[in-house]
């Protein structure tokens, strides 16, 4: 029996992402947008659909992400932030609220989020580790997007056996006009079963 096995698909070409900076440790935060926006370019994302929002601090991206996720015009998301241990608790605060809302975003919406949020002891620890957190984040957006695409395709598979029963119940009803009523509101709840995700419709219009 072969055993079907999803490749690693880092073709960014036609892919909108969004990008949500936190400005707190502006240099840090900086320098993981600089390698994550070069990376995307460098992955085949064209420029224009990059899209890059600040906010003031790393618990305040979650919102922003989820903002971007209801819009429906992403196939990923990329948080990026750096949060430095001061001398209180809120280091820990701030890192589990910040890591919690982001994958809350993801799974709420189904949609990729790469989290790239660094937590480390020192700004010295954050600063070594910023461009290549930054690249990876960039590929992990672009490699999670192309895989919900290609698993969607499955489900997609399924839907089209179901298209194909419902013709033919269609066919049948046709020569009946006393279930004309009962046919438009099969004819209406299939549609709703087979209407496109929101990564498909974005897709399309390219």
Do not use: W
């Not at 490699?143 to 029963?165: K, P, Q, V």
């Amino acid at each position: 029996m072969e055993i079907e096995v999803f490749q690693s698909d880092l073709d960014g070409s036609g892919l909108r992402i969004g990008v949500v900076q936190a400005r707190f440790n502006q240099v840090i935060c900086e320098a993981l947008r600089d390698a994550c926006l070069a990376e995307l370019i460098e992955l085949g994302v064209e420029a224009e659909d990059v899209f890059v929002c600040t906010v003031p601090g790393s618990l305040e991206i979650p919102l922003v992400l989820q903002q971007l996720a209801a819009s429906g015009e992403f196939d990923a998301l990329i948080a990026l932030g750096a949060v430095v241990r001061g001398e209180t608790y809120h280091f820990e605060v701030v890192s589990n609220e910040s890591a919690a809302g982001v994958a809350r975003v993801a799974l709420d919406f189904n949609l990729p989020v790469a989290n790239a949020v660094l937590t480390t002891e020192t700004d010295e620890q954050a600063s070594m580790r910023a461009a290549e957190k930054g690249a990876e984040a960039a590929r992990v957006a672009v490699e999670m997007a192309n895989l919900l695409s290609s698993l969607s395709g499955l489900a997609g598979e399924d839907e089209d056996d179901y298209d194909d029963d419902d013709d033919d119940d269609d066919d049948d009803d046709d020569d009946d006009d006393d279930d004309d009523d009962d046919d438009d509101d099969d004819d209406e709840a299939a549609g709703e079963r087979r209407a496109p995700g929101r990564r498909q419709r974005r897709r399309a219009r390219h």
